[in-house]
């Protein structure tokens, strides 16, 4: 795929000490680029390289096998600049407009009716408000939960595991659900702290500590602020599981699997209707089914053969349905 990058200047984010200052730079003319390349924006609420949920739909658009011109407003943790953003990028004439973000949805009911010929794809959220020229999409997040929390379960010794959530919402809840019933269904106790926020990595870390004070030996969490609790699992040496995008990065001997999100294949989809004439008014699930959800184990961390398969059997039942 050829794939132009074109970053914006429209905002700016910080996630905090464990973090990086996330920037967007790009040339002086905010206009589509000519040459035929599909143009793409994606407007989101972390870091573009947040490891988590952002990243995961920049990677998803790179992976796309067409010829696009791709612009990020990334750190719209605030939904009225979110709005201004997704707003703007309409305005310019972009063809494809990714909200990418469940609390923008207000902002895109009011919005997306007034530019009819843009094209409007957003999530997570299973329903597209009624708006023709939206599209929408969700991940199955409990499925690459269970995963996990099977093989989570196998490995811990004090038969307790800590799970950092965000706000208690979305596919954060959906993938620590599936997490616990993994994990309980292994016999293992599962102790779920909510902070209250997607980006603050200091209450993650807190809330992970207090985990490993409570004798958990085994952690996971979602959203951009889990970079604070892996900081905390690196002090302990205490194994990790990723979702969203893969986190080994982070913790390379630390981090066992990460369930990733590949929205490229919906956005496939999506964009072969848009294609055809459809430009929006149908919902998408990511799944383990159709390939949109995908368990990456790291080859760095000694996994024991017997709970991969046994987290290889959870996949193919998933899969199954």
């Not at 920037?23 to 905010?30: I, Y």
């Not at 953003?85 to 909200?99: C, Q, S, T």
């Amino acid at each position: 795929m050829k794939t132009k990058m074109r970053f914006t200047a429209r905002l700016f984010a910080v996630l905090g000490a464990f973090a990086l200052l996330a920037t967007a730079c790009g040339g002086d003319d905010d206009t589509p680029e000519a040459g035929g390349a599909l143009t793409v924006a994606i407007v989101a609420p972390s870091a573009s390289d947040d490891l988590a949920f952002t990243q995961s739909m920049v990677d998803a658009v790179n992976a796309l096998d067409r010829e696009i011109t791709l612009s990020i407003t990334d750190g719209t943790f605030i939904v009225e600049e979110a709005a201004a953003a997704i707003r703007g990028y309409a305005e310019d004439g972009i063809n494809v407009v990714i909200a990418h973000g469940t609390q923008y949805g207000a902002s895109l009911a009011e919005i997306a009716p007034d530019f009819p010929d843009t094209t409007f794809i957003w999530g997570t959220a299973t329903d597209t408000q009624g708006l023709d020229n939206v599209f929408a999409y969700h991940p199955a997040a409990d499925q690459g939960g269970y995963v996990n929390g099977v093989m989570a379960a196998a490995i811990s010794t004090t038969g307790v595991i800590g799970v950092v959530g965000p706000i208690e919402a979305g596919d954060a809840v959906a993938y620590i659900n599936g997490f616990v019933e993994g994990a309980e269904a292994g016999g293992a106790t599962v102790n779920v702290t909510y902070t209250g926020s997607f980006g603050d990595v200091a209450l993650a870390a807190e809330a992970a500590e207090a985990h490993i004070t409570n004798n958990a030996d085994v952690l996971t969490g979602s959203a951009q602020m889990v970079v604070g609790a892996v900081g905390v699992a690196v002090s302990n040496d205490v194994p990790w599981f990723g979702t969203q995008a893969n986190q080994t990065s982070l913790a390379p001997n630390l981090v066992v699997a990460s369930q990733v999100y590949h929205w490229e294949v919906v956005l496939e989809e999506m964009l072969a209707l848009r294609d055809s004439g459809t430009k929006g008014g149908q919902a998408f699930e990511l799944n383990m089914a159709n390939g949109g959800l995908v368990i990456e184990f790291n080859d760095g961390y000694s996994l024991p053969a017997d709970v991969k398969a046994a987290a290889e059997a959870a996949i193919a039942e998933k899969s199954a349905g």
